[in-house]
């Protein structure tokens, strides 16, 4: 087995986290029920997949099936979020993903201890989040906000056990979450009948650019990063999401939540640096 390197696995995640961030802008442009988009989604992600990777080389190992459940349970959280709250309030909560990667990771890769730097992080973080549950107090673009920031520990434990199949081929668990779920949000499909022509379209660019090879991307970076150093790259995302939205769609994010969301960000990448200088 070929090992990414450092460089290489840097570039592949950053261009994967481009491809993410028009996840707010395209779920925004399909008329569908969110189930349902999650599954298209995924089946024309695992096709655009399998077309460059071949089939799945499933192992069933713990780390396989772990990693394929957490990351499943993601991309159905986050579409669910983006339709019940703001595209920036979705991507930014789910992007507290290094918080929980930092408290989990120091029993589930003991090689990846937390520093000083890292519980400083945690604090800073968690008082980001405050602001986005304090913008808006009604009902359903908190419960829009708890399924964000639940997305975001689903996807810490994704990249934790991605991580632990850094000397296999992590992409099998992204195809393997494709299938998992097309195949439970197939009732939902069915029965939210044939979505509009804009609709499809927005599918297919979904399936394949946004979650097809940026999975690839993604399976390929994290075998030459930590889990942690994935999470702090991909934070590209977070900041390219809802300048699509706003150019596309014109969804503005509240200065609350953008006051929320740079705290965040400034948090995860002042980190990064702390974590250069072994602090």
């Known amino acids: 087995m070929i090992r990414e390197t450092k460089g290489t696995a840097i ?9 993410w961030s028009s996840a707010g802008v395209l779920v925004k442009l399909v008329s569908w029920d969110s189930f349902a988009i999650a599954g298209i989604r995924s089946l024309v992600g695992l096709l655009t997949m399998s077309l460059f990777l071949g089939l799945p080389r499933l192992t069933f190992d713990r780390n396989q099936l772990f990693a394929a459940f957490f990351y499943s ?3 159905i959280l986050f579409v669910y979020a983006n339709k019940m709250t703001s595209a920036a309030n979705a991507v930014l909560l789910q992007y507290t993903s290094p918080v929980y990667l930092i408290i989990l990771g120091r029993w589930l890769l003991s090689s990846e201890k937390a520093m000083l730097a890292d519980w400083v992080t945690v604090v800073g973080v968690f008082c980001g989040m405050i602001l986005f549950f304090l913008d808006d107090i009604s009902l359903g673009s ?6 964000a920031v639940l997305s975001g520990v689903s996807f810490a434990l994704t990249m934790i056990f991605m991580r632990r ?3 296999g081929r992590p992409a099998d668990s992204f195809m393997l979450a494709h ?3 097309f195949v439970v949000s197939l009732p939902f499909i069915i029965r939210g009948g044939v979505p509009s022509s804009i609709s499809i379209l927005g599918l297919v660019l979904l399936g394949v650019f946004q979650i097809g090879f940026s999975s690839i991307l993604f399976g390929r970076g994290i075998r030459g990063v930590t889990a942690i150093e994935s999470s702090i790259i991909t934070m ?4 390219f999401n809802p300048v699509w939205v706003l150019i596309f769609i014109g969804e503005r994010p509240s200065l609350r939540s953008l006051a929320g969301g740079a705290i965040i960000l400034v948090c995860v990448t002042g980190r990064t640096v702390l974590k250069s200088r072994k602090i």
């Open 165 to 167: 199949q850094k000397d």
């Open 11 to 19: 570039a592949s995640l950053v261009l994967c986290a481009l491809l």
């Open 179 to 181: 299938a998992l779920t």
């Open 142 to 147: 908190n419960i829009g906000n708890v399924l």
């Open 73 to 75: 349970l993601t991309m």
């Open 236 to 239: 590209i995302e977070p900041a």
